[in-house]
């Protein structure tokens, strides 16, 4: 199985979605939930250390996993926990239509909102998790209690995922990888190659240049 992903990428604000030839990965743990689904040859994949072999499968938020083996062309979503149920996933065909018509969720939070707010506003530069605290007019173990319990990750570590989030975006888009790190806040193109690696098991430079992509607004 080779290294390189190939076909087409949407990348929209809270998803993206692959329907092409994957790649290997090494085993890896991202933050959005992934859906995979083959009409083909089954795809194989490692899941929190069990192997399995499957036409379609689920790989929920934050699971540690690595694509072992697949052939043919496959349907990969990933989706935002924050955004998205998990039940009507598991439900879903895995085309572009009816992607865009799966029901989005709010944030009923006013706290979170205005939290999310600043950190986007602070994601080039260095992100003061006190800043976003003081944004949501809430105290620093408050704040983390806040995305722990709503978004089920600690705040260093969502800076980490929307900043690479960013850089994909960028570097896709055409930008060189340390262009794009440097546009999401990331020190240098090896701090974005490890948190690449690390979130999704493939390095950019190696994996996603085989991509026809489209940036979704």
């Known amino acids: 199985m080779k290294a390189q992903w190939s076909g087409r990428l949407w990348l929209g604000h809270d998803y993206g979605l692959i329907i092409g030839e994957l790649g290997r990965t090494a085993p890896h743990a991202h933050y959005a939930h992934q859906l995979m689904f083959s009409c083909g040859a089954p795809i194989t994949v490692s899941l929190q250390g069990l192997v399995i072999t499957a036409q379609r499968l689920f790989i929920p938020s934050r699971q540690t996993h690595a694509i072992l083996d697949s052939e043919g062309e496959v349907s990969v979503l990933y989706a ?78 969502l800076v980490l995922w929307r900043r690479l989030r960013i850089a994909l975006h960028l570097a896709l888009a055409g930008s060189t990888l340390t262009d794009a790190a440097h546009g999401a806040g990331f020190a240098d193109s090896a701090h974005f190659s490890r948190t690449m690696k690390q979130l999704f098991g493939v390095t950019a430079a190696a994996s996603l240049r085989q991509l026809d992509v489209r940036l979704l607004t």
């Not at 039940?87 to 205005?114: F, G, H, K």
């Not at 620093?140 to 995305?147: A, D, H, I, P, V």
């Open 80 to 157: 935002e926990p924050a955004v998205f149920d998990i039940a009507p996933l598991l439900q879903q065909e895995l085309s572009l239509e009816a992607v865009r018509q799966l029901p989005r969720r709010r944030l009923d939070d006013p706290r979170l909102e205005r939290a999310l707010a600043a950190l986007d506003e602070q994601l080039t530069g260095k992100v003061s998790a006190q800043a976003l605290a003081q944004a949501a007019h809430l105290s620093l173990s408050q704040l983390e209690r806040l995305f722990s319990h709503q978004l089920g990750l600690p705040v260093r570590r």
